[in-house]
């Protein structure tokens, strides 16, 4: 299979040498595969492009180990390969101006609270990296599924905080020390290790790609569109993401 995608955080994962991986399991719409630790998922046509993966035409992967090496990863009796022409960025670019109006729309249109929302919106209002440690220790790894509702809160903020902090004051020293606070550095060792990656990757601002046009300063329509993309997706994930983005855009 050649891959339509590649986010760049797999490319530089698997750009620097030969790695072995193994399926974690796989199903019509992604397979993940973990390379020690490091969570690359193969998503279908239709899903949502991930920080963490490669757009392929189908995931039906066979179990048994992986190889990789720049370029393409090895399966058992298939194989996908790419080119640095798909790559492509999930950090969120730096946000700016009308931060507090975005975030309480999509807070009105989500109407709902995850689990844990309201401590970790007073550790972003505080901007206290005590909190911040505090609702990591309550929130890692709660609930189910391969990313638990805790960690999706948690990531959602973290992102939200990396992209928007300098707009508001909130950047350098005092929130790289806050951003470790809620992303431990631990973090593989108290939740799977699909959202352990994805935790990683949301505190440097990298993120699932509907938060990039949830965030767009675009037509109404748009980022109501990409609200529809992202509640959709998941069990909870997508409308956890959605609300904490809201509510740390409000917050901060």
């Known amino acids: 299979m050649v891959a339509a995608t590649v986010a760049t955080p797999v490319l530089e994962r698997l750009g620097a040498g030969a790695a072995r991986g193994v399926v974690r399991g796989a199903t019509a719409r992604a397979a993940y595969l973990d390379f020690d630790g490091f969570v690359v998922a193969l998503t279908a046509p239709g899903v949502p492009l991930m920080p963490n993966g490669i757009a392929v035409a189908r995931t039906t992967v066979g179990d048994g180990p992986v190889h990789a090496a720049p370029g393409r990863i090895a399966l058992a009796g298939d194989e996908v390969t790419w080119s ?12 700016a101006g009308a931060l507090r109006e975005r975030g309480a729309a999509i807070l009105a249109a989500v109407g709902s609270e995850p689990l844990g929302l309201a401590e970790v919106q007073r550790a972003v209002r505080d901007r206290d990296p005590d909190a911040a440690a505090h609702a990591a220790d309550r929130l890692l790894g ?65 993120i699932v790609e509907p938060v990039h ?37 409000t917050v901060l």
Do not use: C, H, I
């Open 142 to 206: 709660l609930g189910g599924g391969l990313t638990p509702e805790g960690d999706d809160v948690l990531a959602a903020t973290a992102a939200v905080v990396a992209a928007a902090g300098a707009a508001v004051g909130f950047a350098g020293p005092d929130r790289d020390r806050w951003l470790a606070a809620l992303v431990p550095a631990d973090v593989a060792a108290r939740t799977t290790a699909l959202s352990a990656t994805l935790l990683a990757l949301a505190a440097e601002g990298r």
């Open 213 to 249: 046009r949830l965030l767009d300063r675009g037509s109404e329509t748009a980022w109501r569109e990409a609200l529809r993309t992202l509640a959709a997706t998941g069990a909870s994930t997508g409308r956890a993401y959605a609300a904490s983005v809201g509510s740390a855009l």
């Open 84 to 95: 640095e022409e798909v790559a492509w960025e999930p950090r969120l670019p730096p946000l």
